[in-house]
């Protein structure tokens, strides 16, 4: 732990500085444009003090986007339309509703893909095919297509989560379905058992490493899912609104903010996901 | 289904157990044929140990396959208790003991042994019945709740082969059991299996490399050859059934192994 903390601090205090830094030759332009038509000259200090501050900044310093995250958190109730919390709970429930259906619908692939030997050569060119097509311009027609049929607010959205979250679970599973080797398979034969029976008994357990590994991937892309999803309908709802909204009207803090929130929410499903992991494999003896 | 391998093996058992009659196994590969079993005809007894032994690719444990069923033979017959190595496979006719241990790691070492046991529906009150009593046979009781990782190769390599005796299967198959083991654990295991031998009477096909290990267990030496997999030598043992560690010092033992290292060279002279 302790051997840990010195390197993670020096990576973290190096990643401010730049930014710090990014953020006063990004934003020094406008600041010297300010001084020009007021006719005054800026000293270092005035300067380095205004690119640290402006409303609508090229790049927002860290503290602003800090204070604008705290402001619309903890400073407003989260019923409210400009609380973080609210948009995050929207893009947080078509992800783990999008997320939730990619894991079964790509477990369900893949065991398909194991059992099935139609299924094995045809299935899995679809599959990468599915994941070539760039999702923003699949994103509107899947919205529009849903909303023709009468299906709008979450689904909409979860489905676009799906459709990238489905495949690292189809690629992991189908890896892990068939790690067993050639001698724990016979062995299975010798006692004469059923392909369920080995289903159950052997080829599952035994996928449980590759299972997790791909979920984490499946999570971070549920979440990016989501909030493209949020994008091109003009949603008044979620990160991807706050996104949207933010870059109309030059509000980068906004943007930043809502970056932020989105990083750190992905990096905490994922974390959850690889603690799940962890005291599971343990237990199964295979970590 | 748990009686099919007791019918069967009371409808035979006055023939051989396992019948090989001029078995032939060829594997089409990319570098053309290759002959893995060539003309293999042998008869094995009920109540035999009979030891496999030849350099690699003579063929051995592809017949040791041949008779669980994991391989087809292109040519020949072959008879285990009487009817195909598939129906044999089907009745639960036999336990068949790797290489590996190939012990699942999430799963208790007597729900390891539970494990064919379940796949063939015996109850729950008899699966735990069964796992204490094989255990006792392998001497590893009390070792029931303990992972595989925490037991030594050789506790584990027991471990597998009191879950191959688990069902009342009465072939017992094994495939260098003890091949990945060290000398001294190999010796323990080695006696163990002996005496383990005496108490079920099982009829068991053992394949290994080791020339003291086949002469030390079998009350039948198979001597094989490669290029094509052949039989060379059935020697016969003239040990006691009673067999101590130290019976691998006497003149009999030695002349035995002497046979053995001949019938080897000589598979290898008219290559």
Not at chain 1, 63 to 79: L, S
Request: charged share 15%; aromatic share 8%.
């Amino acid at each position: 732990m302790r051997q840990a903390f010195v390197p993670v601090l020096t990576v973290v205090v190096a990643i401010f500085a730049i930014w710090y830094v990014a953020a006063i030759f990004l934003n020094s332009a406008w600041a010297y444009d300010k001084a020009k038509r007021a006719d005054v000259t800026l000293s270092t200090s005035q300067l380095i003090s205004d690119t640290w501050s402006q409303d609508k900044p090229k790049l927002p310093a860290p503290h602003q986007v800090g204070r604008e995250i705290w402001k619309t958190t903890v400073e407003k109730k989260i019923t409210s339309k400009r609380s973080l919390i609210y948009h995050s709970w929207i893009t947080l429930s078509a992800t783990l509703l999008g997320f939730a259906m990619g894991t079964v619908f790509g477990t369900l692939l893949a065991v398909g893909i194991v059992y099935n030997r139609t299924m094995d050569m045809s299935v899995m060119p679809w599959v990468i095919t599915s994941q070539t097509i760039p999702i923003l311009a699949v994103a509107p027609m899947i919205i529009v297509v849903l909303n023709a049929v009468g299906i709008s607010g979450l689904l909409p959205k979860a489905m676009i989560s799906m459709y990238l979250s489905f495949f690292p679970v189809v690629v992991g599973m189908v890896k892990g379905l068939r790690s067993p080797d050639l001698m724990q398979l016979d062995q299975m034969r010798t006692w004469n058992a059923s392909s369920a029976q080995t289903f159950w008994r052997l080829r599952l357990p035994s996928s449980m490493p590759y299972f997790f590994t791909s979920l984490k991937i499946a999570m971070a892309a549920s979440l990016v899912g989501a909030i493209v999803g949020e994008l091109p309908t003009g949603a008044v709802a979620g990160l991807g609104a706050r996104l949207l909204a933010g870059s109309y009207y030059g509000q980068t803090i906004q943007i930043w903010s809502a970056l932020i929130m989105a990083a750190a929410l992905a990096a905490s499903l994922v974390a959850i996901i690889g603690v799940v992991q962890r005291v599971m494999l343990r237990r199964m003896g295979m970590s | 289904m748990q009686n099919g391998t007791t019918e069967a093996a009371q409808s035979a058992s006055q023939a051989p157990v396992i019948s090989a009659n001029n078995l032939d196994l060829t594997f089409q590969t990319n570098d053309g044929p290759v002959h893995a079993l060539k003309g293999v005809s042998l008869d094995i007894e009920a109540g035999d140990f009979v030891s496999f032994i030849g350099p690699s690719g003579c063929g051995k444990t592809t017949f040791l396959r041949v008779m669980a069923d994991l391989e087809q033979p292109t040519g020949g017959s072959i008879s285990v208790n009487g009817v195909s190595p598939a129906a044999a496979r089907q009745a639960r006719a036999y336990g068949y003991v790797f290489q590996a241990a190939g012990l699942y790691p999430w799963r208790s070492i007597g729900r390891n042994i539970s494990l064919p046991l379940e796949i063939m529906g015996y109850s729950k009150a008899e699966q735990q019945e069964r796992v204490e009593r094989v255990l006792d046979l392998v001497e590893l009781a009390g070792f029931e709740r303990k992972f595989p990782w925490q037991l030594s190769g050789g506790m584990q390599q027991r471990a597998s082969i009191a879950r191959a005796l688990a069902f009342d299967a009465d072939i017992l198959l094994m495939d260098e059991p003890f091949g990945a083991l060290d000398e001294i654990v190999r010796d323990h295991l080695n006696e163990q299996l002996l005496k383990l031998w005496a108490r079920t009477e099982k009829t068991i096909a053992f394949v290994t490399h080791s020339i003291p290990e086949a002469v030390y267990l079998s009350t039948k030496i198979v001597v094989m050859s490669p290029r094509p997999g052949r039989i060379t030598d059935v020697i016969e043992s003239t040990l006691p059934k009673e067999r101590p560690l130290d019976i691998r010092d006497s003149p009999e033992f030695l002349e035995i192994a002497h046979r053995v290292r001949d019938g080897l060279r000589a598979g290898h002279a008219d290559e």
